[in-house]
C-alpha cells in the first residue's frame, strides 16, 4: 500500500507542477473543456457550416450528412471522442482528422468498441463523468437494446454523452434491409 501511495504522490505532484507551467492560452483552454464550453469559435463555424450545406443541398443519406457534422464540429472541439460499436463505416462516425485510439496510440480520439453496444454506451458515460472529454458514439437504432441500460443512466444523469442511431428501419435507406443480432 505504501508503494502505491508514494507512487500516487509523485504522479499527483507531477500533474499539479505541469498544470502550474502552462501558458495562460493553454490554461484558460483547459478550463474550458473541463467546465464543458464550447469553443467560441464553434457557433460561428456551425452556422457556416449550416449554410453552405444548405445552399448545396446534397441528396445524401441522414448518417452522411451527421458525418460531415461531425467533421465541421470535431475540427474545433478537441476534446471529443467518437467511436461505434463495429459499425463506423455504416454510420459514419470516424471524423477525417481522428486517429483510432488503442494500444499503441493513446493519443488517438476514436474508439473501435467491437459488438459491444452496452460495454461502448457504458464508457462513454464513464468519460463524460470524467470530465474534459465530450464522447459521442454510434450504433443502428435496433441495436441500442443492448445499450440501453446506459443509455437511460445517462439520461437519469443528465450529462452529455451522444448517442448517434442510425438506420432507423430494417428496409429502409440506401443499403436496403440489414442483418438483427
Known amino acids: 500500500?505504501?508503494?502505491?501511495?508514494s507512487r500516487?504522490?509523485?504522479?499527483?505532484?507531477?500533474?499539479q507542477s505541469k498544470l502550474e507551467n502552462l501558458s495562460n492560452?493553454?490554461?484558460?483552454?483547459?478550463?474550458?473543456?473541463?467546465?464543458?464550453?464550447?469553443?467560441?469559435?464553434?457557433?460561428?463555424?456551425?452556422?457556416k457550416?449550416?449554410?453552405?450545406?444548405?445552399?448545396?443541398?446534397?441528396?445524401?443519406?441522414?448518417?452522411?450528412?451527421?458525418e460531415l457534422t461531425l467533421n465541421a464540429i470535431n475540427s474545433f472541439m478537441q476534446e471529443t471522442i467518437g467511436g461505434s460499436a463495429d459499425l463506423t463505416g455504416s454510420n459514419n462516425t470516424k471524423s477525417n482528422d481522428m486517429k483510432i485510439f488503442d494500444k499503441n496510440n493513446r493519443?488517438?480520439?476514436?474508439?473501435?468498441?467491437?459488438?459491444?453496444?452496452?460495454?461502448?454506451?457504458?464508457a462513454m458515460n464513464g468519460m463524460a463523468l470524467h470530465g474534459g472529454i465530450r464522447p459521442y458514439g454510434g450504433t443502428f437504432m435496433c441495436f441500442t437494446d443492448y445499450a440501453?441500460?446506459?443509455?437511460?443512466?445517462?439520461?437519469?444523469?443528465?450529462i452529455p454523452t451522444i448517442f448517434v442511431m442510425t438506420h432507423d428501419s430494417i428496409g429502409l435507406g440506401e443499403d436496403g434491409p440489414h442483418i438483427s443480432r
Request: proline content about 4%; overall charge positive; charged content about 30%.
Open 1 to 5: 500500500m505504501g508503494t502505491s501511495r
Open 8 to 15: 500516487g504522490t509523485k504522479a499527483f505532484k507531477r500533474w
Open 25 to 47: 492560452s493553454k490554461r484558460k483552454e483547459f478550463e474550458r473543456i473541463f467546465t464543458g464550453d464550447a469553443p467560441k469559435k464553434l457557433t460561428s463555424a456551425i452556422r
Open 49 to 66: 457550416f449550416k449554410k453552405e450545406s444548405s445552399a448545396a443541398s446534397p441528396a445524401i443519406a441522414t448518417r452522411k450528412s451527421s
Open 107 to 122: 493519443k488517438g480520439r476514436y474508439i473501435h468498441y467491437g459488438i459491444r453496444e452496452h460495454a461502448m454506451a457504458a
Open 148 to 158: 440501453r441500460p446506459a443509455m437511460r443512466l445517462a439520461a437519469l444523469m443528465k
